[in-house]
């Protein structure tokens, strides 16, 4: 199958050992990884390409606002290979039913009409329509097209998803919802628990009958709560729920990253959760849902009437694992693995590590000092889709020191 004449070679520091390695693939498959002498400096770091299971909108282009274009898709899908994202799930959100079925046919025709959209998208998700009622839980999606989960409806859907629906984000604190979340599941659908105010005895019926994750454990949630019992420690102890976290900085305090980390290890998934104004400068701006909002110049995205209240988050996935680098709550491996490995192994996509036979969709990048990371490539299925020139001459410096030191970056979790 292979064809040493076609091959291409990349040496680079394997992103999980710190160890030299050389890596080879012929068009989109990788075909060999082998060690390599310790080397040059200037080397990058590889590691999987990285994978965003919530994204609801980027650079201007909200999935959630009608009509989309096919070719808008295709816009967010190359802009974010700039961020190293290499495979993403749009997002759709409560509306009406002819609205939603509506966005969803359009990211279908999307994929139908550029291969690059369909290599990108390894699934859609839907949060929404049958989440909690309550405000607070329910977040900023509309009351009057909440309801309670809806086989029938939801069938209507997945047509005209055309099959992409992958996962979906329910509230189990319906009557019914034990009964949905085992149809989702015998028809592989990745049911997580989110915008919820379901009792713990809920939570754990709806596990039982197949929920395997929380959507934003810890956001779109009551601001006040019980101390105990409540949802939030019951997602948090049990141990067949992976929970998604926005670590944009804003949304979650540095203790609440800490906590959700340690206790769901690699079953934590980064998502961005990013709205349409990712990617934007800062500056006041109108949104579809939501009203006036304010992009402040650090990233925040608040209500222009209450600067307490956030509207979305606007980060892409590098800038959840520069925070959670910065910060000092993972090291470079788990870091990476929570927007690449962990959200493969849940959702069953081709597994996100640099090894033969995977997808040679994979980033190359350098460490500065401060521990963010900085993309210098990204290749999906084997092409180079983005390339940041400036980049070894501003981090080059950094690197002897890297090199030579005997690095705590590289310790495993496992
Ligand atoms: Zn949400």
């Known amino acids: ?50 994978i965003d299971l919530q994204i609801n909108g980027y650079v201007g282009i909200d999935f959630n606002t009608l009509p989309i274009k096919p070719e808008e898709i295709r816009k967010v899908t190359k802009e974010l290979w700039k961020q190293g994202v290499t495979t993403y799930f749009p997002t759709i959100i409560t509306n009406s039913p002819e609205k939603m079925r509506e966005a969803l046919k359009s990211i279908r025709e999307a994929s139908q009409k550029f291969a690059e959209v369909e290599e990108a998208i390894g699934g859609i998700h839907l949060e929404g329509p049958f989440i909690s009622p309550e405000d607070g839980p329910r977040g900023a999606h509309r009351q009057e097209y909440v309801r309670s989960p809806d086989w029938d409806l939801f069938c209507t859907f997945k047509e005209a998803a055309g099959g992409k629906i992958k996962m979906i984000t329910l509230s189990p604190e319906w009557e019914n919802a034990s009964e949905f979340i085992k149809k989702c599941t015998n028809d592989g659908i990745l049911v997580s628990i989110g915008h919820t105010a379901a009792s713990p005895e809920k939570i754990q ?12 454990l810890g956001n779109g949630a ?65 949104l579809h849902i939501g009203g006036k909002v304010v992009l402040t110049p650090e990233g925040r995205l608040h209500m222009a009437e209450s600067p307490g209240l956030l509207a979305g988050s606007v980060q892409t996935q590098l800038w959840g694992i520069n925070h ?7 090291h470079l491996n788990s870091a ?64 002897d020191e890297l090199l030579g030191s005997s690095d705590s970056t590289f310790k495993t979790s496992s």
């Open 324 to 330: 959670l680098l910065k910060r000092g709550l993972c």
């Open 336 to 399: 990476i693995d929570l927007a690449a490995l962990n959200p493969s192994l849940l959702l069953h996509l081709p597994v996100a590590h640099i090894s033969q036979g995977n997808p040679a969709d994979f980033i190359l990048f350098y460490q500065k000092k401060t521990k963010d990371i900085e993309l210098f490539k990204t290749f999906k299925n084997g092409k180079v889709v983005y390339e940041n020139k400036e980049v070894s001459k501003h981090v080059s410096s950094y690197y």
């Open 222 to 286: 009551h601001p006040m709560l019980p101390r105990h019992p409540n949802y939030i420690w019951e997602q948090l102890a049990n141990d067949d729920l992976a929970s998604s976290i926005i670590a944009d900085g804003f949304h979650l305090p540095d203790s609440v990253l800490k906590v959700i980390l340690q206790l769901k290890g690699n079953k934590t998934i980064l998502v961005s959760d990013s709205v349409s104004l990712t990617g934007m400068l800062p500056g006041e701006y109108s």
């Open 1 to 50: 199958m292979m064809e040493n004449n076609s091959q291409t070679v990349i040496h680079a520091v394997h992103y999980k050992t710190g160890q030299n390695v050389e890596v080879k693939f012929d068009g989109n498959i990788i075909s060999e990884v082998n060690p390599a002498p310790k080397l040059q400096k200037e080397v990058p770091f590889i590691a999987p390409g990285l």
């Open 205 to 216: 019926e709806a596990v039982k009958a197949g929920a395997r994750m929380s959507t934003h």
